[in-house]
């Protein structure tokens, strides 16, 4: 039975604050996860790790430190994913497995931005007046959009803008997160629609 949940993603920067600020957004995007673990009484806690590597050795600390916890990583894909996630990152880090499965590691395919082109209209009333709707790729499945298209996109999209100017993610993600329609996002990312549906039936098996 789960007791614990704990999540160890990638992003932040190197900045206490900054981390905190993204420890946030993901705990609201979070959110209905977040209630159903307070529903079973299953303690939830969100861990924003710097770089990528950074969250991969704090992911393989937790598994050591908190042996009755449920514990995931989820960081970048940094480009297509044409195989289960603990392939694919053996393919393009190096990384092995430490002995878990699946349904422990996660992926923004293929980076985090592509969950905020998933939902336009957030992105448009984050931003306001100025804002390049057509600079924003029109991918329904936004796992397809190649990595190096997506933050020049954003940028693109929100350079003219007077309230916000441009994307700038330690300053905007928090706040995107925040707003996005996570119905939205699970349509048009399979990842992440995996990660609700994996740990939305972890968490109701829990007596």
Excluded at 36 to 44: P, T
Excluded at 99 to 107: K, N
Excluded at 164 to 172: D, N, V
Excluded at 188 to 195: F, G, Q, V
Aim: aromatic share 8%.
């Amino acid at each position: 039975m789960v007791k614990e949940v704990r999540i160890y993603i990638e992003g932040g920067g190197d900045g206490k604050n900054t981390k905190q600020l993204l420890r946030g957004g993901f705990s609201s995007f979070f959110k209905e996860l977040v209630q159903v673990a307070r529903s079973k009484q299953i303690k939830w806690n969100i861990t924003v790790c710097g770089s990528r590597n950074n969250a991969f050795r704090d992911f393989k600390n937790a598994l050591a430190d908190h042996p009755n916890a449920f514990i995931i990583l989820l960081v970048d894909s940094e480009a297509p994913v044409k195989q289960p996630p603990w392939e694919h990152l053996k393919l393009r880090d190096n990384w092995d497995s430490p002995g878990v499965d699946e349904t422990h590691c996660y992926l923004m395919v293929q980076a985090m931005e592509a969950w905020f082109m998933a939902d336009i209209d957030t992105l448009k009333r984050f931003y306001g007046q100025g804002f390049k709707e057509n600079a924003i790729p029109k991918n329904i499945n936004v796992e397809t959009i190649e990595k190096d298209l997506l933050e020049p996109s954003l940028k693109a999209a929100s350079r003219d803008t007077k309230s916000k100017g441009e994307y700038q993610k330690i300053q905007h993600a928090s706040k995107l997160l925040e707003m996005l329609d996570v119905d939205k996002v699970r349509k048009a990312s399979s990842e992440c629609d995996r990660i609700f549906k994996t740990l939305t039936e972890l968490m109701e098996k829990a007596l």
